[in-house]
């Protein structure tokens, strides 16, 4: 069986509470009076939390008359704030997208940052490569829609029952849109180059040894 320490059922304790902070209109005067500040600060930095998170712990207990322990809070924060400005950490959030609202104190801030910029430039490369998928897919449905209508006008130019007038008109279509498919048949030839560098990059991005 998994055995808890004094502090972890602090900090369970104190993530239940804070969530209760945050999530409900009306707190109870006990939680306000029960909560370990110090605790609920560590979830607030190992978080990636403002700092500013205090005010609505402030607002909530004000109604009871409680004060929130700014100083034990901050304490806390800090402890919590080492945990998440770990490199490793900042890597993590960058590759899975995630923002950075700054939190990271300077003294920790310099390789957190780097590390997340290392991480986001994989993701960014990767939502590049879907996003020029996506195009080349919708271009291609465009092609293809237009290839049918090409086809028909085509049919109805050398039909039988169509009158000069109206050959002459098919004529300008049929002109148009091979100039439209033209058009878009270089476009996805343009986008599959631009595809095939980015995969070129992500591949290089990806082999990096960035010792975290």
């Known amino acids: 069986m998994t055995r808890f320490n004094t502090t972890h059922i602090r900090l369970i304790a104190a993530a239940a509470i804070a969530l209760g902070l945050q999530g409900c209109a009306s707190v109870s005067k006990n939680e306000c009076i029960t909560a370990d500040w ?32 700014l100083a034990r809070f901050l304490q806390g924060r800090d402890v919590g704030l080492q945990r998440f400005c770990e490199p490793r950490n900042g890597y993590r959030l960058g590759r899975n997208g995630t923002g950075y609202n700054g939190v ?32 080349i897919n919708a271009s291609q449905s465009d092609l293809k829609r237009l290839n049918a209508d090409l086809a028909h006008k085509q049919s109805e130019l ?19 849109l091979r100039d439209k498919m033209k058009n878009i048949e270089r476009d996805i030839y343009e986008i599959q180059l631009a595809r095939d560098r980015e995969r070129e990059l992500l591949t290089r991005l990806e082999r990096r040894d960035v010792g975290w």
């Open 38 to 69: 110090y605790a609920i600060g560590y979830e607030n930095g190992i978080a990636g939390q403002s700092e500013t998170q205090i005010s609505k712990y402030r607002k909530s207990c004000a109604e009871h008359g409680v004060t929130p322990d």
């Open 104 to 135: 990271c104190p300077q003294r920790l801030d310099g390789e957190f940052t780097r590390a997340y910029k290392t991480g986001r430039e994989l993701y960014d490369t990767e939502q590049n490569i879907h996003r020029m998928g996506r195009r």
């Open 158 to 176: 050398i039909a039988v029952g169509t009158l000069p007038a109206q050959r002459a008109l098919l004529l300008v279509d049929v002109v148009e």
